[in-house]
């Protein structure tokens, strides 16, 4: 089945300990992008990349930092956690970043630093 | 920049009612529009998109119109089902500036 698996589902963690949440996708799409979604927000783009070993910050790319070593893996890493990044997580990918392809989400990881 | 605007929600409908959920976007140059739907737990998935003015997106009885003079988007269905019962959201891809952008999502609750 055609999917982009996030892990994990759900993570409480501590102010300042560090974290990976990790994102796969088996369609050997070339873009992936990570998303949070915050109440009366939407949607905001944190980070993104168009290849292997190619990426750009999105709007809020503040406090994460991201790795794009192999084409079906994009984890997104927080190396020092705070409280304003409590959110929905959400990865996902495309064939190509192009007008008419839309996007394959994952399930999403909802992240609470305390 | 690029902007997507909804209108607000929550929308509360009855079984086999008539919805619309109103998208407006502005942009440079001519960009792709989509809706994704979003049940409750998971991710969003895409639901139908346009990719030129006047395209007629359609999917699982929900239809979409590009209309590039109103710069809308409006998403229609005849008749709901419970089972519709998601946030929807209103999306762009700008070629000029290679990204996507978002609408902050409209909740739809349908009541038998």
């Known amino acids: 089945e055609a999917q982009v698996t996030q892990n994990p589902r759900y993570l409480i963690t501590v102010t300042g300990k560090k974290l990976t949440v990790t994102c796969s996708q088996n369609m050997n799409h070339e873009y992936m992008s990570w998303y949070r979604q915050d109440p009366g927000l939407g949607l905001r783009q944190i980070y993104y990349s168009m290849n292997v070993e190619v990426t750009d910050k999105g709007d809020v790319p503040e406090g994460y930092k991201v790795s794009r070593k192999e084409k079906r893996n994009f984890p997104l890493i927080l190396e020092s956690p705070s409280p304003n990044q409590t959110s929905l997580y959400f990865c996902?990918?495309?064939?190509?970043?192009?007008?008419?392809?839309?996007?394959?989400f994952g399930s999403g990881t909802r992240l609470t630093v305390v | 920049g690029d902007s997507v605007t909804q209108m607000e929600g929550p929308v509360t409908l009855s079984e086999e009612a008539f919805l619309t959920i109103n998208c407006t976007y502005t942009?440079?140059?001519?960009?792709?529009l989509f809706w994704y739907v979003q049940y409750p737990g998971e991710g969003l998935q895409l639901l139908l998109k346009?990719?030129?003015?006047?395209d007629k997106g359609s999917n699982k009885g929900f239809e979409a119109t590009y209309r590039k003079e109103t710069t809308s988007f409006h998403l229609e269905k005849g008749s709901v089902q419970v089972s519709d019962s998601a946030v929807y959201f209103c999306a762009l891809f700008s070629p000029n500036a290679g990204k996507s952008t978002f609408g902050d999502g409209t909740t739809l609750t349908v009541k038998p």
């Open positions: 346009a990719t030129k003015a006047d």
């Open positions: 996902a990918s495309s064939p190509k970043p192009g007008p008419e392809y839309g996007y394959t």
């Open positions: 942009a440079t140059g001519y960009p792709s």
